[in-house]
């Protein structure tokens, strides 16, 4: 089965300021993907950045950064020169298999930007 | 873009009442939905997998007498709550696999928050 952790249930950050949102993963497929969504109070699920298992790269969406360690399981999101509006919760997902399938969501992390 | 649309956004309803919630995929066919349920601050859970023209498939614990979901068509799953109880109140959201592939990611409807009193 997979799992999927983030271990910070709050993080603060200053505008301006870049900051690492921790997830690690554990599958034993070896075809999975990663994703990272953004959650507003509004409920809505934002789609921010994705990284697929074999992708040689990190993935890279604007101010959004995916930094994958393969070995050490581990997929954080970096968001650089954060605004007011990027408070929100933030999810990582994976999905498994050749169609990844259903997504397993981590915990969250609420993540508050001050001015 | 793929865009799923979920109705209603929110609803109350009385204890021992059905809700009806739809997805329906706008501008793609969705084979394939996923109906998950989230408490406030809390992660999303998957209740159940739907597929176009079979039974859905539902996660362990998760009632199928109480959840029926419905994926009649290519661009309409329902989730329908029956008879309603307040532990049942909750934030439903469904999600598609994404059309364009996964460097789009998974789409998600806008999500129905439910009151039962």
């Known amino acids: 089965a997979q799992k999927i952790t983030q271990t910070q249930p709050g993080m603060f950050v200053q505008e301006k300021e870049a900051v690492t949102l921790d997830c690690t993963y554990d599958?034993?497929?070896?075809?999975?993907?990663l994703f990272w969504y953004k959650q507003p109070s509004s409920g809505e699920m934002i789609f921010l950045i994705y990284?697929?298992?074999?992708?040689?790269q990190n993935a890279t969406e604007g101010r959004y950064s995916l930094n994958f360690q393969k070995a050490r399981k581990s997929a954080n999101l970096v968001i650089s020169a954060s605004q007011l509006g990027d408070s929100a919760m933030y999810f990582c997902?994976?999905?498994?298999?050749?169609?990844?399938?259903?997504?397993?969501f981590g915990q969250g992390t609420i993540l508050t930007v001050h001015p | 873009g793929a865009v799923v649309s979920q109705h209603p956004s929110r609803v109350i309803c009385k204890s021992g009442t059905s809700v009806k919630i739809e997805c329906r995929s706008l501008?793609?066919?969705?084979?394939?939905m996923f109906w998950y349920r989230q408490f406030p601050k809390q992660s999303l859970m998957l209740m159940a997998t739907?597929?176009?023209?079979?039974?859905?498939?539902?996660e362990q614990g998760v009632e199928k007498d109480k959840f029926l979901i419905n994926h009649a068509s290519l661009t309409l799953s329902t989730l329908t709550v029956t008879s309603a109880h307040p532990e049942d109140s909750s934030f439903y959201i469904c999600?598609?696999?994404?059309?364009?592939?996964?460097?789009?990611?998974?789409?998600f409807g806008s999500g129905t928050r439910l009151t039962v009193v």
């Open positions: 999600s598609a696999w994404p059309a364009a592939g996964p460097n789009y990611g998974y789409t």
């Open positions: 599958t034993s497929d070896p075809s999975y993907g």
């Open positions: 990284q697929g298992s074999y992708d040689q």
């Open positions: 997902a994976m999905g498994v298999g050749t169609s990844y399938g259903k997504l397993t």
């Open positions: 501008d793609f066919q969705a084979t394939t």
């Open positions: 739907s597929n176009e023209g079979s039974k859905a498939t539902y």
